[in-house]
RNA sequence: GGCGGCGUAGCUCAGCUGGUCAGAGCGGGGAUCUCAUAAGUCCCAGGUCGGAGGUUCGAGUCCUCCCGCCGCCA
């Protein structure tokens, strides 16, 4: 069964956060962990660039947008190699032709739907945000998320019938047809789809868009809405906008496989409620399920412009590691709830379970393998009971990891793999290897050690399978030490060192 | 204002449909092995599970109210 997994596109205007780098890690892990059991799989992720934020931030620099633009979307595709991401797929919503194409076509279909209507209005609106607020909303009379003062906004633009597909979109939220986690997540879905859905605008005068953005089919006088035109991104990246139906559209979107869109808690009801209606109008498969995330902050503040260099996840990268930065996303962010982010703890989490961890029980193991049996992998031929268990909990590792990411338990997911560390530990104290190489003095080879070392071996191999996900770097040393090369194995040195001395 | 939810050992948090649910990790204290990056392993937390009532043979686990946080919506 296929399986499609995205990211939300961020906006261009600044340049990429730690907050963004958990999504694009937990979007990559699910991939990764899919690809490793066989599956078909396409990542996809972007950046959206028609934001009337970006021509404001351009213009506060004195440079084209277009320049902006690029040099920030590059920015953001450039944190694949330090994050280690494995896109499939990298769409930017003002560059790629299919985009443009394919918000035409979606609209198109939505117009044919009978799904869209002028109407002129008056309504407050953040630009920060792209979005309209009720003075309800505000705080001071400022958006809740800027601190800024939103723009009145008088004009007749084009709306969506949202409110039409308020009882399907109830259905299939109710039914699980669309899968919203975790399930606080899903019930503000249902309160919000209760509360009465009211139809939306989707487009913008030309001129308030400051001329950036995609026209509206047939109407250049309009610029499509940003977040309808963002939303596109995962059809359109599929060939959505090309004449005949295409290979990948098919594959990915039309079949019966998964369709997973991971997003930040703040966009929740455009991915939900207002691109599941599109979907609907154009006729169109919904995704099968919205994996929804909360925030980090940094030492106890929303990260800001101001928080500097510590949650550029570039420069986090350079300091500490991929997979120091990877694994503290992984292992410390709770599956509900904002974390707070400190590089003391990313320190610490690195250190104890990269260095003591992963790196010390690789390297004692083989270290063992080649003192007591000169580098080569000995062939059990016992079982003992720690042995027996090690395997067990190696047998048992790969169910866990599945159950916990299937939950969308990252958190869980990496405790599942570091069970192997901490029974290969116990293993290996409970077997003490070297009493065992000590009586074998007398000549007689061990079996008991043979037994030991065989299992010890497999379960760091065990380990680095199911670490490749989370770590693939580290996961891909993992398997490296533990495989023989002319039938020994590679003299062992540590694998990790300790970032906080 | 309306509707979720949360408040569990110093810290971060697990605890699904009520009866080994009073837990894990970190920190702290103690012991111990030596293959290993002074890494590993083992033991130690008597915390009224925010407060007060109630339902029940029995409630962190259900109900009511109160206090303190937070989310969504208006």
Not at 400 to 418: K, M, N, Q, T
Request: charged residues 25%; hydrophobic residues 45%.
């Amino acid at each position: 069964m296929s399986y499609y997994v995205t990211t939300t596109i961020p906006y261009v205007n600044a340049r990429p956060h730690l907050g963004f780098a958990l999504e694009l890690v937990q979007a990559d892990v699910l991939a990764r962990h899919r690809r490793a059991r066989g599956g078909a799989v396409r990542f996809l992720s972007g950046t959206d660039e028609n934001s009337l934020k970006n021509v404001l931030a351009a213009e506060a620099e004195g440079v084209a947008v277009q320049d902006l633009v690029d040099r920030n979307a590059a920015a953001f595709a450039a944190l694949a190699t330090p994050l280690a991401l494995s896109f499939d797929d990298f769409i930017r919503t003002s560059r790629d032709p299919r985009h443009r194409e394919g918000v035409a076509q979606l609209w198109q279909r939505c117009a044919e739907a009978g799904d869209f209507y002028r109407k002129a209005y008056t309504g407050l609106y953040c630009v920060g945000c792209e979005a309209f607020y009720g003075e309800a909303e505000l705080v001071d009379g400022r958006c809740p998320d800027h601190g800024t003062e939103p723009q009145t906004v008088s004009e007749e633009n084009w709306f969506f019938r949202l409110s039409r597909y308020q009882d399907r979109l109830r259905e299939l939220v109710t039914s699980g047809e669309l899968r919203i986690e975790p399930v606080s997540r899903r019930n503000e879905v249902l309160a919000l789809i209760d509360s009465g859905l009211r139809d939306f605008s989707v487009s913008r005068s030309r001129a308030r868009a400051r001329g950036w953005g995609i026209p509206v089919p047939g109407d250049e006088d309009q610029v499509v809405y940003v977040w309808w035109d963002a939303l596109g991104n995962y059809v359109t990246s599929l060939g959505l906008g090309d004449d005949a139906p295409t290979e990948d559209f098919a594959r990915w979107w039309a079949g019966d496989g998964e369709r997973v869109h991971l997003v930040g808690k703040g966009v929740l009801r455009f991915h939900a409620v207002y691109w599941p209606a599109m979907l609907l109008s154009a006729g169109l498969p919904l995704p099968t399920r919205v994996l929804v995330h909360d925030y980090l902050t940094v030492s106890g503040r929303k990260i800001s412009k101001s928080s500097g260099d510590v949650v550029d996840p570039a420069a986090l990268v350079a300091r500490y590691g991929t997979d120091a930065v990877r694994w503290w996303l992984l292992r410390e962010v709770p599956r509900v709830g904002d974390a707070d982010f400190t590089e003391e703890r990313l320190v610490a989490r690195a250190d104890a379970d990269l260095a003591d961890g992963f790196g010390n029980l690789v390297h004692r193991v083989v270290t063992m393998v080649h003192r007591y049996r000169d580098g080569v992998v000995p062939q059990p031929t016992v079982e003992t009971t720690a042995t027996a268990e090690l395997r067990a909990v190696c047998a048992r590792a790969s169910g866990r990891v599945d159950a916990a990411l299937d939950a969308f338990d990252y958190r869980a997911a990496a405790a599942a793999v570091w069970t192997l560390v901490e029974e290969a530990n116990r293993c290996i104290d409970r077997t003490r290897p070297w009493e065992l190489a000590k009586s074998e003095r007398g000549g007689a080879r061990s079996a008991a050690l043979d037994a030991a070392l065989a299992a010890l071996v497999a379960a760091c191999r065990a380990l680095g399978e199911e670490l490749s996900p989370f770590l693939p770097a580290a996961a891909d040393r993992v398997v490296r030490r533990c495989t023989p090369v002319n039938g020994v194995l590679p003299e062992s040195t540590p694998l990790f060192a300790k970032l906080g001395g």
